[in-house]
């Protein structure tokens, strides 16, 4: 998949980090202009003739006035902007997000109950949603930087974050707070969809896996629920209902396979089915080895159709 | 007492150099090991520390070598977690701590005109801990053994559920032993700076560099008990269940945050000081002019010393702490300009008012100036609420530190070899080398760390052993492999430089760049011949001829008076003499205690606890021998140092230099409390329930009573004891009560929770109760085991009326305990009756 800037906060897609992005572009250019400064009298000073200084304004003036000033006014604007990006939670969570090591499991609130996925979340556009954050087992921290900024999932804690986008658009998220062997493989997507888009897409995730089309489709579920899959992933409409892995119900449809190793697409299904400790060692899911060529492939068709 | 005038120009005695020489004389041979003068272990503590750099900055190369290219497998994530790991424990524990203590042990004394550290055997004990310590620390790299959670070591990643090996102990239990170097080595500073000046350097003349080191000590006294007490949390989590952070069972990881960090944001300021003191000594003498506002800059290195234990959660602001906390933290984070601007200016100040040299150290500072001002401004943005919450944990925050440890503290550490190398070979190290090693290093660092910045502001997360390409990363990253490289290459030229020109001599004396404090006069293994008085800031200066009157034996103490190793104590403030001190000479037993003390932690590691033991009772025994030795009594009639002077060789009470390291090591002791009172209050107002948790009783209140009136009783007797000094069997008596005593109160509030049913395993709460009656009891064990050596020594007639420092210690340190043994009975059994 084409990426680009696609997790920068120097790119914001929202207002919330537009306004951060512009309170950095005054941290840039006035740390710019202070450290010329530094340097340009620093550096005149070592190698001009001796002169005599007065010691009060350099030292009164320079170490103290200048800095109490300049921070006194970046206080002001900081706490402005910080205000602005921390209001009150507003209601219930639209989306929870739990940390996992090291993908995310995501579930929205819909009518008729939960819609789960993994490691992506689509949002509509231009309407804030109130994501509540928690973590199953150690700390991790949310964060998509052209969105907002980062929110630690702290276990024992529930913390908030509000994630809204200005125009449709896919932007990228990662853990940042280091939480063990695979940190660097714990990626996910976020979608910001057209509104009337979103509702569409909701509602299907909401709904039971469509029943395989074909014969080869068939063969491939029968896989599924003959091998250890349904020990530990869950696809609702079927009597797979396990709970330790990523909910595989609209799996076909999502962006990326394993947290931002792979993209998506059948081929990625199957590599990672075959052995996704040598894409990712150290996550919970073992290497299949019971399975035929022919299988595999029927598999990796088969959750690529459930889109 | 009749007034000489000094100097003193008649002839000296014709043996009495020979003698100062011979009490001073460095060993030789294998009995090099035996050393404890502060010149012979300053010098293995700093190259002990520069290898300890090299090595991490091994790791580094590694790390960038891995990034340089998006999903690379140079090495896997098992490896490069170890390498970020250990390269910032390392770097942070193994060098920068270390370095800085290294520097103030050489440096030190030949500032204040000392002869030595007033605790050389600590001195060196605490060297040979960390150094063998450090080494098979370091060597669980190879084993595939070394902690991989990071410097911060965050649980519950690190809790035994998610790291089961004993990777995550050796960083617990080899942190353990590099705290208690840490604190020997800051006593010994805070002590020597105080106590040991030349008579007449007051505070007010004091070098910088010698205020930084006092504002450090009291820093380290204040700021390593945190991270003690929270490495001893954790350990007794790991070792036995004990739930503090795990937030089932009533814990909160972000308890240990808050104590990591309580430590963590002054170590970078212990770090920082030394180098901004030793700036601060250089920049004058480079620029030929004192420097500008002296008394502003002592104030601003104690004010940045004070500020810094209130900035710990700028590191935190992405946890989901309310805004206003985050705003108090971030005002407070910002203040630190203030005093930093003060220096910075009174730095360009001194730059504009003198003329400065071009020569090897000026580049290093020059350097100094432009990198840490990017790296403070860098913090600056850090400290601003909403940019944290972007850039927090990314590799801007890699770029930010490196700014400001290489800059505020690595290159004012090379101007300092360039500067202070001729203190030990007598010439200055090269300049071509100077040039290039500076200027590789300036442009290394900018190309390394600068694309850093941009690196973080475009998503990349820090601690990613690798990362997906197409994000815009590939570049940056590959530009600041390369500049790593330029880095690395820059330091291999200084340390080049080190090896082919510096010389350990005999006598030095080439004060070669005409400065003016005392470490440049003519000094040997016995400091300078004899020991000025002094009436100025820049004594060299003020007084050009001073050092050769110092050197032909005209001032203080122009030789040995005892036959042995002296040095003067001084009164804190205005430094008068007040008396000699007799300062031990060469033994093994500090290496014996020093490897006895890293044995016992790191065997401990491995889980062999009979050999751990066995290792700390030989730590011990060495220990217990080196201070039978001390604590002679008045071996010499008072003696005349000069200019009119007699001091006696003997001192207790406030006067004893012993008082204050014992009363500085109580103050230790009382933060490392309080954090564990911090400990206890934190877990119980954020306790999910009640408080103590549904189901526990707390024990009957005569349990606490009585285990507190027993406390204070005991505590009473040694009281007793203070005055019957004369008629041992009363004195003895007092004391076998007062031991008997301690252990019942102990013991009865001990039995008081078990009795009820607390158990530490079940419940944060009952692990914070135990841990409170576990540091008591660490504690009745070593006030057992000081009151069976102070009998001891009343026992072997080492005791009476007079030689009484020994005692004096032991009665502080019980009357201290009994505080915190009835506060923690406070803290424990009112606090949750008060709360429900």
Known sequence: ?307 | MKKEHLPNSLPRPPDEFEALKRAWARPKGWRFFTAVNNTTIGMLYVGTALLFFVLAGILALIMRTQLAVPNNDLVGYQTYNQLFTMHGTIMMFLFAVPVIEALGVYLLPGMIAARDLPFPRLGAYAYWAYAIGGLIFFGTLFFNAAPDGGWFMYPPLTGSEYTPSNSADWWLLGIGFIEISAIAGAIELIVGILRTRAPGMSLGKMPIYAWAMLVVGGMIVFGFPPVILATLLMELERAFDWPFFIAAKGGDPVLWQHLFWLFGHPEVYIIFLPAAGMVSMMLPVMCRTPIVGYRWVVGALVGVGVLSFGLWAHHMFTTGMPHLSATLFSAASMAVAIPTGIQIFAWIATLWRGKMQREGPSWFLLAFIGVFTLGGLTGIMLAVVPFNWQVHDTHFVVAHLHYVLIGGMVFPLFAALYYWAPLVSGRKLSEAMARWGCGLMFVGLNVAFFPMHITGMLGMPRRVHTYAEGLGWEDLNMVSTVGAYVFAAGVLVVLADLALHLRLGGKVDANVWGAGTLEWLPLDSYGSRSIPQVRGRDPLWDHPALAREVDSGQHYLPGTATGGRETIVTSPIDARAQYLLVVPGPSWLPLIAGAGTAAFFLLLTVKMVAAAIIGGMVALAAMLKWMWQTDRGVTHPPVDIGGGITLPVYASGPVSHSWWAMVVLMVVDATVFASLVFSYCYLGTNAADTWPPAGVNLPGLAWPAAAALAWLASSALFGLARRRLDSPAVFRAALLAAIALMLAAFGTDLYGQWQAGLRADDHAYGAIVYTVLAWQGFHVAVLFVMAAYTLARSWCGLLDATRRVTFDNTRLFWHYMAGQGIAGIVLVHALPRWLG
């Open chain 1, 1 to 307: 998949m084409k990426q680009g800037r696609i997790q920068s906060m120097l790119d914001p897609g929202s207002a919330a980090a537009a306004l951060i992005h512009e309170l950095g572009i005054w941290l840039y250019a006035g740390s710019g202009l202070v450290l010329v400064l530094v340097v340009a009298l620093a550096l005149y000073g070592a190698f001009s003739a001796p002169r005599k200084v007065a010691e009060k304004a350099w030292i009164v003036g320079g170490g103290i006035v200048f800095p109490a000033i300049v921070l006194a006014a970046l206080l002001v604007y900081a706490i402005h902007v910080g205000h602005a990006l921390s209001g009150p939670p507003a209601r219930a969570a639209d989306i929870e997000v739990v940390g996992k090591r090291w993908w995310w499991e995501v579930r929205y609130a819909t009518g008729g109950g939960h819609a789960v996925l993994a490691n992506e979340l689509r949002i509509p556009v231009g309407k804030p949603l109130e994501i509540a954050l928690s973590t199953d087992d150690v700390i991790h921290s949310f964060w998509v930087p052209a969105l907002a900024g980062k929110v630690d999932m702290i276990p024992g804690r529930t913390n908030r974050i509000v994630v809204e986008a200005r125009e449709p658009g896919i932007y990228r998220g990662q853990c940042a707070e280091f939480c063990g062997a695979q940190h660097a493989w714990m990626a996910f997507y976020v979608v910001a969809l057209p509104e009337e888009e979103f509702r569409a897409w909701l509602a299907r995730q909401a709904a039971p896996a469509a029943e395989p089309a074909d014969a080869f489709l068939l063969r491939g579920r029968d896989a599924f629920l003959r091998e250890a899959c349904a020990a530990c992933h869950t696809i609702r409409g079927t009597a797979a209902a396990g709970t330790l892995g990523p909910d595989l119900t609209h799996v076909g449809g999502r962006l990326s396979i394993g947290a931002g190793v792979l993209g998506s697409g059948a081929a990625a299904l199957a590599a990672w089915i075959a052995d996704p400790q040598h894409l990712k060692p150290g996550n919970l899911m073992p290497e299949t080895k019971t399975l035929t060529g022919e299988d595999l492939r029927a598999l990796a068709s088969y959750l690529e159709s459930l889109k």
